[in-house]
């Protein structure tokens, strides 16, 4: 299933009350909710929808501040605190689903980041997805960037929709830091020593995009430089166990930069831990 089966989905009234768009960009998959959002709330004749003209469609739009456009049946969730979306702003956010559609036929709610959504916060979705609208249709659009961050009990009942593969690395950028990467730790695996750990986090911390503690890109460019590294180390299987350890490590530790640590201190927290025992 892909975008275009959903908006085809949407135009014959067949959409599943939950859909998770996983995949691609922050920007895609909110212009894909947008697409969706549209075509579910257009006024036009099923097959032309979403037809952009509508008063509907031209006032669906990503929540902004000041904005003049905004539509009263489209209603979008963003993360209220850095960490997570909290239970007390789900639970505020989901009452709209008691009240009937102000002008459009149906309504559309935006979890802009599910992933993000508390224990409390998820199980409170839920509740609303296991209680089947009774009079207009609701639609809950689940945004993520992998849809295995979301609880197995969101995933069992929505209808999970790829957009596509995240954004692609720069390679020259991934061949520098595994460069300088690979220097620090050759010189660690000759001559063991705290301070080449130290080295080998610095070099790991040249990634771009820390500064945007939500951005995956900079987790991703330092997993694919220990990547490239761990394949062409010659040494021990236990170096390059730990660094194939290491590399999955980065990819899931995004979540500790949301919580306002500095991505120095994560870096040598990780590198540390997988490396330091190896000799």
């Not at 209220?80 to 956010?93: M, N, Q």
């Not at 998820?122 to 249709?137: G, H, M, V, Y």
């Not at 530790?253 to 490396?275: D, K, N, T, Y």
């Amino acid at each position: 299933m892909n975008l275009d089966g959903v908006l085809d989905m949407a135009r014959a009234g067949r959409l599943y009350p939950s859909v998770i768009l996983y995949g691609s960009s922050l920007e895609a998959r909110r212009d894909a909710a947008l697409a969706a959002g549209r075509t579910l709330l257009c006024d036009a004749e099923p097959a032309a929808r979403p037809c952009g003209e509508c008063r509907h469609c031209r006032r669906v739009a990503w929540p902004q501040p000041q904005a003049e456009r905004f539509h009263p049946d489209f209603h979008v969730l963003e993360r209220d605190l850095r960490a997570t979306t909290s239970v007390e702003a789900t639970k505020g956010f989901l009452r709209g689903i008691a009240a009937a559609p102000f002008e459009a036929r149906g309504q559309v709610f935006v979890l802009a980041e599910a992933e993000t959504l508390s224990e409390g916060a998820a199980d409170a979705l839920l509740k609303s997805l296991e209680e089947p609208p009774e009079r207009s249709p609701r639609h809950f659009l689940l945004l993520a960037g992998s849809r295995l961050d979301l609880p197995p009990t969101l995933r069992s009942r929505s209808l999970a929709v790829y957009l596509g593969a995240p954004e692609a690395l720069d390679e020259d950028v991934v061949s520098a830091i595994a460069a300088d990467l690979g220097r620090a730790l050759d010189a660690f695996f000759a001559a063991p020593s705290p301070v080449y750990l130290l080295t080998a986090a610095a070099a790991l911390a040249q990634a771009p995009g820390w500064d945007d503690m939500r951005s995956r890109m900079p987790w991703a460019v330092a997993a694919a430089a220990t990547l490239r590294y761990a394949r062409r180390l010659p040494g021990p299987p236990a170096a390059r166990r730990a660094l194939l350890a290491l590399a999955e490590d980065l990819l899931d530790s995004w979540q500790w930069r949301l919580r306002l640590i500095p991505a120095p201190r994560i870096l040598e927290g990780l590198v540390a831990r997988r490396l330091a025992a190896v000799l």
